[in-house]
């Protein structure tokens, strides 16, 4: 069964710091890989995207991610966080041939002014 | 150009009772997804309709049943309600010729008393 791994359930920065989010999937195939955000109250926002190709891939507000295969991972990146980045962050994961996306549990960001 | 919306916002709702969310994907898109979201937890895959026809369910009982219509929109059925059914639930268009890419609504808050 795919499965999507979120080390870390809270995390808190300081405004301006890098941050680094870890996700780690299970599947044989190449999957497709997504980040999430959710804030308060809104709806779940794509951040980006991996299907195939260049392994670095570029988001909206500044993210990006890499996939690295040998790890199983794709972890989520930002050199310099805003204070209004903060919100719930989920690593995402659909396999060839599967419609429905696996979330993971999911890591809330908090940011420190 | 709309997102995708969903009615109503939120709702309450008596065990035992039936419920109807209602769901219009983005424009261009031909494919909705249902998901349930209990708290702290990330989203679980409910079911896929394409076509008017449900084309990949998750792991939920009967009592969750949809429908698709030509207009695409969507709606989510749960019958006898029981108190783990209070959620939020949310809906997801897609094209069905792309990558599984799919865009959240704002997700319908369903509190079973």
């Known amino acids: 069964a795919q499965s999507v791994t979120q080390p870390d359930i809270h995390i808190t920065v300081s405004e301006g710091a890098s941050l680094e989010l870890r996700c780690n999937y299970s599947?044989?195939?190449?999957?497709?890989l997504f980040w999430y955000v959710q804030s308060p109250g809104q709806g779940l926002q794509l951040l980006l995207k991996?299907?195939?190709?260049?392994?670095l891939v570029q988001g909206i507000k500044g993210f990006e991610a890499e996939f690295k295969r040998s790890q199983s991972s794709f972890n989520l990146r930002k050199p310099s966080v805003h204070w209004s980045d903060a919100a719930e962050y989920f690593c995402?994961?659909?396999?060839?041939?599967?419609?429905?996306?696996?979330f993971g549990k999911g890591t809330k960001l908090s940011v420190i002014p | 150009d709309a997102g995708v919306t969903q009615s109503p916002t939120h709702l309450i709702k008596t065990r035992g009772q039936q419920v109807t969310l209602r769901c219009s994907p983005k424009?261009?898109?031909?494919?909705v997804s249902w998901y349930q979201q209990a708290l702290g937890q990330g989203p679980q895959f409910i079911f896929q309709?394409?076509?008017?026809?449900?084309?990949q369910r998750g792991n939920f009982p009967d009592r969750f049943s949809g429908h698709q219509f030509p207009n695409y929109s969507s709606e989510l059925n749960v019958n006898a309600l029981l108190l783990g059914d209070s959620a939020l639930y949310l809906c997801?268009?897609?094209?069905?010729?792309?990558?599984?890419?799919?865009?959240f609504g704002p997700g319908t808050r369903l509190t079973v008393t």
């Open positions: 997801a268009s897609s094209w069905t010729s792309g990558s599984n890419e799919q865009y």
């Open positions: 599947y044989g195939a190449t999957p497709y």
């Open positions: 991996y299907f195939s190709g260049d392994t």
């Open positions: 995402v994961h659909s396999g060839a041939g599967s419609y429905q996306l696996t």
């Open positions: 424009s261009g898109h031909d494919t």
């Open positions: 309709y394409y076509e008017e026809e449900e084309r």
